[in-house]
């Protein structure tokens, strides 16, 4: 089994490393980085490069495909040709499409989740509405073969349900057990149901100051 | 404000961007990827390779370090002077000297940890116990300067908790929720203690074939 995670100038690291994290434990795959372009690809923020092994050309029937986010490098990914043929190709033949927080704006804009039920970080579900698609306020959702995550942390819960449906849960618990996934936020401020009203004003504001949505 | 986050070759991904995505969200800070040799580092698994841009010489002084961990590429970081020699250097002047998972190994072999309570992966305890700590079956363990965290996934707690004493709870709930951090992992199995005995002693076994303990 071939899983290949997207990486593109500008993506948000953890959206791509959670659920690599999980899905490259599992026994008999193969996970490769590819890019339009192979080589470092540097992240939202800029401080850090993730190297991308193989060109889309190389990968050209993945199993699993992940997709994650990012901030302004989504909305140049959505524009790149090479990115959406190369995922309308994969997505023909692929067991799972994915996507992390916004790059499920990437899968909209290939087309992928017309009229379907899919999530992104809380701050895009209108821009995912404007690619066809029905925002959904969870943390996983899964329609068919397209699963779609939350925002930026939401792609390891994602990997583990991925890796359940793969190979059984106790291969997911053992992942889970592997990486002490026994989370305990200091805070229960994690969503937008869960936060004080004028703490979601103040993150979804500052998505508009030219940083993007999930930087707080 | 300068965070300095250890790289070198072998470290589990995961470990190092858990931490990196929030803490380099904290406002006024500059946060860097560090190595012996700046350049690509290959993780514990070969997949992906992480860039460090700085080398250890050209970062004498960070105010926050993070110190990832790994499979055998801790055990060389441990026996590698250049690391050891810059972390008992940087630890005298640092604001936070912190780790996850088995990078508390790496700062044990720099005697940063002689005496005092720290955690690692709950499959390394013993290791840490015989570089001098205490090993503590918490999620994350603060002693004055020093925090260090469980297992892989347990970085991105530790950073929160981080940001709170640095900035104020407000800024950590606010990268919550900009990062969508609202944990909601399929099973829960995510601790030894909460783990079936059976499941814990197949992930246990598995350290001693090779991969290291993190690995499932």
Redesign the interface.
């Known amino acids: 089994m071939q899983i290949a995670i997207l990486l593109f100038e500008g993506l948000?690291?953890?959206d791509a490393?959670?659920p690599?994290?999980v899905l490259?434990?599992l026994p008999g795959t193969e996970?490769?980085?590819v890019a339009a372009e192979a080589g470092?690809k540097r992240t939202d923020?800029g401080?850090?490069?993730?190297?991308a092994?193989k060109t889309l050309d190389e990968v050209p029937s993945p199993d699993v495909v992940v997709v994650p986010g990012g901030m302004e490098g989504v909305q140049v990914a959505m524009e790149d040709e090479r990115v959406i043929t190369w995922l309308k190709k994969v997505h023909e033949t692929s067991t799972w499409t994915t996507s992390v927080?916004t790059g499920s704006l990437i899968l909209g804009a290939a087309g992928i989740l017309d009229g379907i039920k899919a999530t992104s970080?809380?701050a895009a579900y209108d821009r995912l509405r404007a690619l066809g698609a029905e925002p959904t306020a969870e943390?996983?959702v899964r329609v068919g073969k397209i699963v779609t995550a939350?925002?930026?942390?939401?792609g390891?819960?994602m990997g583990?349900?991925l890796v359940?449906e793969i190979a059984g849960?106790?291969?997911?618990?053992?992942?889970?057990?592997?990486?002490?996934?026994?989370?305990?936020?200091?805070?229960d401020?994690?969503?937008?149901a869960?936060?004080p009203p004028e703490?979601?004003e103040?993150?979804r504001a500052?998505t508009g100051s030219g940083r993007a949505a999930?930087?707080?």
């Open positions: 948000t690291a953890l490393v959670g690599y994290e490259s434990r996970t490769i980085f470092p923020n401080v850090l490069a993730l190297v092994d927080c970080h809380w943390r996983v939350a925002g930026v942390s939401s390891i819960d583990l349900t359940a849960p106790e291969v997911a618990q053992a992942i889970q057990l592997g990486i002490e996934y026994d989370p305990q936020p200091p805070f401020t994690g969503s937008p869960k936060a703490l979601v103040l993150v500052l999930q930087q707080a």
